[in-house]
């Protein structure tokens, strides 16, 4: 029932710094956790960053080893948009970005199927 569109991607070179957004239509985000995946071409799915919701666990986040110190999740519910600062990024982190719900985090994939587009990240030279 949520739809969840990203955006924000593009190309970038090492050490530059990407804003993703994840803004949701025809529901809130509230009361729900939002997660961050990526994924590259050959590779699993991957959660960079998840963000609780106020009421689960104070609206705490969390992040991927991969990422960790470089990326902070964010959420503005005014706007029903969830951030995903990205600095200082590697080649590694070239990838289709997606977001998606959860009651707390970490969001399981698995409970979620209704994968927007995502938007593509390319840190390349």
């Known amino acids: 029932q949520v739809q969840l569109v990203e955006s924000g991607g593009g190309l970038v070179q090492p050490g530059r710094s990407l804003r993703l957004s994840c803004v949701a239509s025809?529901?809130?985000?509230?009361?729900?956790?939002i997660g961050w995946f990526r994924q590259a071409p050959g590779k699993e799915r991957e959660e960079v960053a998840c963000i609780n919701s106020r009421d689960g666990r104070d609206g705490s986040a969390s992040y991927a080893d991969s990422v960790k110190g470089r990326f902070t999740i964010s959420r503005d519910n005014v706007k029903s948009t969830v951030y995903l600062q990205m600095n200082s990024l590697k080649p590694e982190d070239t990838a289709v970005y997606y977001c998606?719900?959860?009651?707390?985090?970490?969001?399981?994939?698995?409970?979620?199927?209704?994968w927007g587009q995502g938007t593509q990240v390319t840190v390349s030279s």
């Open positions: 998606a719900t959860d009651l707390i985090c970490p969001v399981l994939p698995e409970m979620f199927d209704d």
């Open positions: 025809g529901s809130t985000l509230d009361y729900y956790a």
